[in-house]
């Protein structure tokens, strides 16, 4: 299978790719062609075809798989597909996890760095609601497939898990650096803090916002399942509850972020650093990445979550 | 018994009254005396002890109904009531009502007028919700007991009750003005859009934020309650579960007000103009009737909540 | 007549309607063309004049009736009418009613409900001012006809008497409610409260901001009209008439929405609270219209109004 | 007669001066005090009246000159007058101008020189407006005996006038340095801009807000004073008036600072620039006068007004 | 030569003009041609050479001056130039003043003018500070061809001195108005305020922001760099030091425009408000001469930097 | 020597003390006494002295270590210490180190852990300047008896060194777990990020801010003393100096916070996210330190930093 990211001007192209969008347009001679977009792991490309009422073209639609021939063009300095032909794959065809964006870590290896971590909690009520949710291989399946986002950072499968992993180590940290803070609550808070958004998010590959996500967001659909799960746990303290309830509601640190309350214990306030660095750090670490071509001193233009110009770090 | 708003100088007193506060503390010459606040239903008076010690000072402690003997004077242009016995109350000497802020209108009458405009709520699952909570009599009594506020509009007895009905009438004002909200989504979020107070706040008369209050809030805890409840019901749909939850959330309009999501639907923006009319409508009222004794021509002063001077209207 | 919103891909047209726009062009291999808007009462559509200078292209100008030839075909998925014939309609081929955005409601109607609602007044100054106007054919002529927007809510021929109206009847109710308002002062400030949009948006069909709209703005406009027609009326109180230019003043609410005053009195808030609920009420109603043809469940995207993602609510 | 800046602890006191508040109190030990406040042009001090029955406390309120004999003392750093006898003095022992904050400029050669510049105005109806008022004399009278403001810079008898002065002067140069704005449209902008002043502050002494400054501002105000009067000048260009109503109407050139329209015009954008400018630096010069005695190398502390801690200038 | 904004429809080119930018693209049918952006001082006009591989094309790049020959066409109503034949000028074929936007005022005069007025200032190390940089030959070229912006106001060859002299004209005008002023060191920071624009925008042609300019910003680098220099100077007292840095970190007036310090002493301040006038009204300036062929009563549209709609202002 | 936290009611002191602030005053009866403030390494204490002028009351101010005879007493629930005798210490007398808040942890030992980090920065030029800052033996003095803060967090001998460890170490941490950040770059520009406090804050006993501190600020500070240092080094490649400038400028993360440029490189990101974190964190160790005494179910009140209120983690 020939990577989108490789193709190039003149390719010849008949390969299997996941259809993300399919769309009917009508050229300025009054021609009926499509628009179509085809990802894979490595990223995406804009297709059309010409002809779509021609035997070639069988019927199709977004998120199936399909096998193309067509031919890479440059149009407005972007590549360009030009489908010919295109038809519904058969499942032994592809391997699903070759179309979606994955992190570039072992999911399982990092599941189980996470889990080594979790083990270190040793009150029992805190050990019971995670080992209810940790051990269970549905709960592992859909942590470890999911992102943590629609389209910002770690918005590819893993993501979720990666992201997780990357806060409840810096709570680790956090532990250590300043001991004052109760290490259970801590690290509890930071496995469950983006729970919700296995709700928030569809599975891949659409990976969106569903409808209760829209309405109730992962924030308060995470707090709830919590409540919910803990109340299951007989003799579960209440009030261990409403601060690890508190952790979850809080950790965007501000209500404009979404939190309805700003973190009024300690470990709220350093789940919120944590999440927040994280976020930041990793979304810097893509950008970057994405920027791997330009030379040194090149500037990456305004970006609007950090709200500044950003630059490489030089080499001197 | 006397009312604490009739209190004059030099009244002599000898009733129960209900002890809000009491502090010690040292006069500049070293001598101790002790700070008490006394309630009743109209209002407040500073009290000292100056003779703590006395025999006729017993023990007696916050919340206390207290029999208290002593004379009325006025420092720095307050009343003050100096205290020369006290005891505490039994039980046949007072009536716990008449030492409580209440509702102006009879609790019951407001109770039953919201019982009635809820029945023409038709949804069979927004119903089997209503009837589970409005007739059970240990919701009615702690719903028509509470306030809505610690210090401002409707912090009083039956404040819930009474705010809770002024919404929703305003809701079904919305419902004719407006034909195209959902009149029963509508109805029933009003009706329980700030159920999550009974857990926000103590009873009277304390009527201060819980622990729960303060770390996760009325709004996030009356979303929680409700979705409890009808997952109770069966058959009630995932759906207008998620719809009935975001009114409720969003009912406070914007992030920094505490919500955390805004209103996405119509009902919820109806929700929350009628939440906000009422409130800030009640809040004038409340500040109006506290200047009752003004001139009409007055201003009175600064008001933070309005961020405005505000005026008596003039009599022309 | 056939109108806009009716039109299909290979209709042939010969009808009357309003110009809206007329712009020349070049296309890329330097032809000359005309980009044309037409409208009526259902909707815009966009033209293009292939052969400006063809025998059948006569002159005419925006805001002008014209009568076209032309073929319907779609460009983009957008529709689009390509005009073979054009002149200037003669006044008895159409009626111009039929071109401009109308209120669903009878504005006639809406008109004596709003008259009738007035007839409430008592005061004698206030009822003076109210018959000065609302007595006045000329003046009912022109208020039936505006709009009360360019673009957002009440954008339409009598959506100025349907705004007020509104506000009239919120304001009434809000009477019932609150009966420490003033009746007299609050309906007649809702009756006056858009009364500066005469002035601050030209007629129909323009309906666009004047330059004194667009200098002094209709909330200073009307405050001023006011006040000249109050001090023509001998005796009428110089403080009832502060009081009422306050409530227009201050009926936006905030600094920031061009009110130079924040309510300082009870009816400039209530007066404020209904403007703004019937604004967004209505805004809401349009958005949701504009979306009839969207699945129950469909988001509607994000609304800058609102700030917030808009939805329909479901049908359970 | 002796200055209140001049009076040292131990002074004899037996002099006129004006009161400016009185109120009763009671000490802790039950007796009866008044609080009052006397001014003159030098400032202002607090007084004690310990024995308000004695023969020698004749009647007086707020506003009214006094004659009073006591003595300097001092109370927490502060001096203290402790009033002995007084009584509410005769017209011919004193001359009011004694008693309030003057400018230290002659407001008679201050009203010259601006009369002086606006002669410069050629064009026939800003002409016709400026010497309609300016050559009034009950104008002059009030504009030359009103302040700027209440608390702020410019507080003092003269300030409207002083302040006008000012501005004016500063469009002048902006005229020079920028040939392409309006001379006589920002001129005459200039010298009206704070005439709604007269009616936002009452006359002194008392120099407070007005019930119609509280509803209205000066703003909103002096733009509708000079719609009249324009308006009875036969001929006066519509939109001449209009841009004159739109500069005074965006003077202060935010929202949040009352001004209903940002700048739309460069000479409302000039105007706006120069009475800010003169506004910061008078009040500037207020301050640093205030702290005439502090060090050269002292911090003056936070200054709400500029945001900002403040410090002399050194003499290096 | 034929200045840019004298170019029409169907003009034949051949000359040579500065070459601001130059991209490869690609047709819809697949053809490969270029985007070219050339300029002189009178503005910019796109253009197109459609067969980059025909022999007239010789190699070019941006900021070259080239001679090109071609002819004017018009697109979507701008005006466009395709281009023949083109190659990289010699360079006696033109002078690179005829290429680049100049002050309208003739630099020299206007650094004479700035020069003379900083003779005024007699404070020996200030006047040492100002000769060491005024005097310096290759301080005055650097000076007199820098821009004071990248693309707003002043955006021109001189654009730097014009900026300074006006600021440094208007302290003159404040110390006259407001003696308190310090008139040396006022004077001082006007003359230096924006020197760090030397090194935060890289010289004509390219006048874009330079790596420096980016990560530390002109009010860092010009406080700096007066900082080096003064501490050159033997004796020059610390205090006026901090006080000059102070004024030139604070001259943007608030954080949020970019300087670490508010101003805290009457100078700061001072300068802070001259160079804001200097900015907006100059600004105006530019917007009102680019609509200058626009009729007297056309709105100009909303202008970010006002946050406003601007208008010309009527002549009546 | 008696620790000013361990004194109580009653007890009688005869210690040396380091005097805070002393003023005089006048009690309501006319009287003269003193208010002295004076401190010790475990809080600070109140003073009277009732006869100023008695024989025992010797000569001494702000800053001095005196030696003071006395009894504690309470007034209004604060102790008090009523001095009768006083006079200022001898050398011998007293050590210093005991009359300030010092870090709880050991600076030698902080310092060597700081420098042993610093070594892992290969960097030849960033290696150079920490060596000649680091190794400098009055830099080390210097660097460990500051306070990073005059009020909030590390406001204490050895501060500024515990929280540049602090920020040091919590960017390890990020060098780990984000390898793409150049750990040199970040390392050094941690290590330099507050060493403007220096000159920002005058030394202990005051430490208050300086006149340069207020006008200039730590940032722009330490900025150009990097600045200059750097330039010393010969060779010091431009660019790593612009570079580690701007974090030093950007660590503050918003304009609002002080900072003239946000972050645009990745290392800026992070040291802005450590620098928060650790002073989040810490302040909130000292807000629960001061609260030791208080029950685990105790809200603390409103915190301005942290805009929120305030509560322990519960013991479950």
Same mark, same amino acid.
């Given at each position: 299978?020939k990577?989108?990211?490789?193709?190039?001007e003149?390719?010849?192209?008949?390969?299997?790719? !996941?259809?993300?969008?399919r769309?009917?347009a009508?050229?300025?001679?009054?021609?009926?062609y499509?628009?179509v977009?085809?990802q894979?792991?490595?990223?995406m490309?804009?297709?059309?075809?010409? /002809?779509?009422?021609?035997?070639?073209?069988?019927?199709?639609? *977004?998120?199936d798989?399909i096998?193309v021939?067509?031919?890479v063009?440059?149009?407005?300095? +972007?590549l360009q597909?030009?489908?010919k =032909?295109?038809r519904?794959?058969?499942?032994?065809?592809?391997?699903?996890?070759?179309?979606l964006?994955v992190?570039e870590?072992?999911?399982?290896?990092?599941y189980q760095?996470?889990?080594n971590?979790?083990?270190?909690v040793?009150?029992q009520w805190?050990?019971?609601?995670?080992?209810?949710?940790?051990?269970?291989?549905a709960?592992?399946e859909?942590?470890c497939?999911?992102?943590?986002?629609?389209?910002?950072?770690?918005s590819?499968?893993?993501?979720?898990c990666?992201?997780?992993?990357?806060?409840?180590?810096?709570?680790?940290?956090?532990?250590?650096?300043?001991?004052?803070l109760?290490?259970d609550l801590l690290?509890?808070?930071?496995?469950?803090?983006?729970?919700g958004?296995l709700?928030?998010?569809? +599975?891949?590959?659409?990976?969106?916002?569903?409808?209760d996500?829209?309405?109730?967001g992962?924030i308060?659909?995470?707090? /709830?399942?919590?409540?919910s799960?803990?109340?299951?746990?007989?003799?579960? *303290?209440h009030?261990? !509850?409403?601060?690890l309830q508190?952790?979850?509601l809080a950790?965007?640190g501000e209500?404009?972020?979404g939190?309805?309350k700003?973190?009024?214990l @300690?470990?709220?306030?350093?789940?919120?650093?944590?999440d927040?660095?994280d976020a930041k750090? /990793?979304t810097?670490k893509?950008? !970057?990445?994405?920027? =791997?071509?330009?030379? @040194?001193?090149?500037w990456?233009g305004?970006?609007?979550l950090? /709200?500044?110009?950003?630059?490489?770090t030089g080499?001197w």
């Amino acid at each position: 299978m020939k990577l989108i990211e490789t193709l190039r001007e003149g390719d010849h192209v008949a390969d299997v790719y !996941l259809c993300k969008t399919r769309q009917q347009a009508t050229s300025k001679t009054g021609k009926e062609y499509e628009n179509v977009t085809l990802q894979d792991c490595s990223g995406m490309i804009d297709c059309k075809i010409w /002809e779509p009422n021609s035997t070639g073209i069988e019927e199709f639609g *977004p998120f199936d798989y399909i096998y193309v021939v067509g031919e890479v063009t440059t149009f407005q300095n +972007n590549l360009q597909l030009n489908i010919k =032909r295109v038809r519904v794959a058969r499942s032994e065809e592809y391997r699903s996890e070759d179309y979606l964006p994955v992190s570039e870590n072992d999911t399982k290896v990092m599941y189980q760095e996470l889990r080594n971590i979790l083990r270190t909690v040793k009150n029992q009520w805190l050990k019971a609601l995670i080992d209810r949710y940790f051990d269970d291989p549905a709960f592992e399946e859909a942590f470890c497939r999911h992102s943590a986002a629609k389209t910002i950072h770690h918005s590819f499968v893993g993501g979720l898990c990666e992201h997780t992993l990357s806060v409840v180590k810096m709570c680790e940290f956090y532990c250590t650096a300043y001991p004052y803070l109760n290490h259970d609550l801590l690290i509890t808070a930071a496995a469950f803090h983006d729970v919700g958004k296995l709700k928030e998010l569809s +599975n891949f590959p659409a990976n969106d916002y569903t409808d209760d996500g829209q309405l109730l967001g992962h924030i308060v659909m995470g707090s /709830e399942l919590i409540g919910s799960a803990c109340r299951r746990i007989p003799g579960f *303290p209440h009030r261990l !509850l409403s601060e690890l309830q508190h952790c979850i509601l809080a950790h965007h640190g501000e209500y404009e972020y979404g939190s309805p309350k700003k973190p009024a214990l @300690a470990e709220a306030l350093a789940l919120n650093l944590a999440d927040n660095a994280d976020a930041k750090l /990793e979304t810097m670490k893509e950008i !970057l990445a994405a920027a =791997r071509n330009k030379g @040194a001193d090149e500037w990456l233009g305004f970006n609007r979550l950090m /709200e500044s110009n950003l630059r490489k770090t030089g080499e001197w």
